[in-house]
Nanobody, 119 residues
């Protein structure tokens, strides 16, 4: 069972930036699809962005042009760079490793990390 540990969350003012990191245990990190999701209390978890094992990436419309997903395969680490943050980006963010190289299916989850955008 893979372990995913997120870090980098916190409180930031509107217009600010944060970078989340997710370190994954195990081998073959580079071949798996990796994603970031977020969840607001009382709402379903939503996909923010996903990066396939073939380096294809997709983004939710709400974050396009502001967020960037990338990975450091040598360090088994997935990143989410978030810029021009808005109050509506406030949520718990979850790292997710898929079961294969695609962005399909559910896979394994990190424990989640809080991001709060507020003045």
């Amino acid at each position: 069972q893979v372990q995913l540990v997120e870090s980098g969350g916190g409180l930031v003012q509107p217009g600010g930036s944060l970078k989340l990191a997710c370190v994954a245990s195990g081998n073959l990190f580079s071949v798996y699809g990796m994603a970031w999701y977020r969840q607001i209390p009382g709402k379903t978890r939503e996909l923010v962005t996903c990066n396939t094992g073939n380096a294809l990436t997709n983004y939710a419309d709400s974050v396009k042009g502001r967020f960037r997903i990338y990975r450091d395969n040598a360090r088994n680490t997935l990143y989410l760079e978030m810029n021009n943050l808005k109050p509506e980006d406030t949520a718990v963010y979850f790292c997710n490793r898929k079961t294969d190289s695609t962005c399909l299916g559910e896979g394994s989850w990190g424990q989640g990390i809080q991001v709060t955008v507020s003045s």
